[in-house]
C-alpha cells in the first residue's frame, strides 16, 4: 500500500509540472551550488524514488 501511495503522489506532482520546474531550475542555477539548488536536486529525486516510469517519461 505504501508503493501506491508514493506512486500516486509523485505522479500527482508530475502532472502539475514539478518535474519540469525542477529541470528548469537545475538549468537557471548554472552550476551555482546553493541550498535552493540542493532542494531541487532532493525533489527531483523524490520524484524518481522507485522508479516511477511515468514520471521517467
Known amino acids: 500500500m505504501e508503493k501506491q501511495k508514493l506512486l500516486y503522489e509523485q505522479n500527482r506532482l508530475a502532472n502539475r509540472g514539478a518535474a519540469e520546474t525542477v529541470l528548469l531550475y537545475i538549468s537557471a542555477s548554472k552550476g551555482e ?3 535552493m539548488l540542493q532542494r531541487t536536486l532532493q525533489l527531483g529525486i523524490s520524484l524518481l524514488h522507485g522508479g ?3 514520471v521517467q517519461k
Open 33 to 35: 551550488n546553493n541550498e
Open 52 to 54: 516511477n516510469l511515468e
